[in-house]
């Protein structure tokens, strides 16, 4: 018992010395390092503190904790509501959408892209690809909102021209889903990109050479040259954008949403922001929703990392 009690103190020194010659040695790197991890601490673990707000009813008055426990009356009240459940099931559905739709979106754009052999052409597609990435959603619904205008909008007119009827994108239940899918794939497709083009840039020249020289298509090599090599980072993208599979952005729906189809665009986030923010004796409320849809995230981050486990033995984030 002694001799592996001393075997831990020794292993924990060891692991203390070892910290500190790595921080002499490499102080220049956790110096820059460190705006980060106070960032991190400030603004995403301290908050972290306010999740006892889910098991309360808050009152302004008496302040987070000494507002009473109400114990799991929230979540009760959270899947008793029909327009929680109606918001839950929007999510759901906008969220596969964007998975399907806009995942492999940026892997096929990069793989394209990849295969483009004038170098400024493919330095200004890229440019043009990554530049809505930076537009506020603020400024990019002003753009969309004209653009698709029942009266005076680009596409209506287009599509008056050709003797059809114009349709109002943005008001009819039928198309809003597709909007917000489509124009979320618009303002990240060239940005996740970037990750893609960087894997592809690591991959060895001398592969498609020798795969040409033996007569594979341009297709052949594609499929098992470019995509085997980076299917470790497709499956970290997956992993990581499976987690956030319930964020649809509330930027988005907010600038784009009103009331003629609430019905089919409130998602969770819209949710908490329209019931459990307005009134603040619904904080506590608009916590359980925020913590229920956090949870649900982290499991599917779980699950999915697992079975990219189970796939491939190299798969996974941890």
């Not at 103190?9 to 106070?38: C, D, G, Q």
């Not at 995403?44 to 309360?56: D, E, T």
């Not at 994108?169 to 979320?184: H, I, K």
């Not at 956030?244 to 949403?257: G, M, P, R, T």
Request: charged share 15%; proline share 4%.
């Amino acid at each position: 018992m002694k001799m592996v009690l001393k075997t831990d103190m020794v292993l924990k020194t060891k692991k203390k010395n070892n910290l500190i010659l790595s921080i002499r040695r490499y102080w220049e790197l956790y110096l820059i390092f460190l705006p980060v991890a106070i960032w991190f601490i400030i603004f995403k673990y301290v908050p972290m503190a306010g999740i006892i707000l889910a098991f309360k009813k808050y009152n302004p008055v008496a302040g987070i904790f000494d507002s009473p426990w109400v114990g799991l009356d929230n979540f009760f009240r959270c899947f008793n509501s029909p327009a929680f459940l109606s918001s839950l099931r929007n999510t759901v559905i906008i969220s596969l959408q964007r998975l399907i739709w806009g995942f492999p979106m940026p892997v096929v754009f990069a793989i394209f892209l990849n295969e483009v052999q004038q170098r400024k052409f493919k330095k200004v597609v890229q440019t043009v690809s990554y530049l809505p990435h930076f537009i506020s959603w603020s400024v990019a619904g002003g753009i969309f909102y004209m653009l698709l205008s029942p009266t005076s909008g680009v596409v209506n007119t287009f599509l008056k021209s050709l003797g059809m009827q114009a349709i109002n994108f943005l008001g009819d239940s039928s198309y809003f889903r597709s909007v917000v899918v489509a124009t979320d794939i618009w303002k990240n497709m060239g940005w996740d990109a970037i990750i893609y083009l960087a894997a592809l840039a690591g991959v060895d020249c001398e592969m498609y050479e020798a795969a040409y020289i033996d007569g594979a298509s341009r297709l052949k090599r594609i499929i098992y040259i470019t995509l085997p090599s980076i299917s470790n980072i497709i499956v970290i993208m997956l992993i990581l954008r499976v987690g956030h599979l319930f964020n649809v952005s509330f930027e988005q729906i907010f600038i784009l949403l009103n009331p003629m189809v609430l019905e089919v665009g409130e998602t969770l986030g819209y949710y908490i922001y329209r019931v459990g923010l307005y009134n603040p004796n619904n904080f506590g409320f608009g916590t359980a929703v925020g913590l229920f849809e956090s949870v649900i995230g982290l499991a599917l981050v779980i699950t999915t990392n697992k079975l990219s486990k189970k796939i491939n033995d190299d798969g996974g984030i941890w």
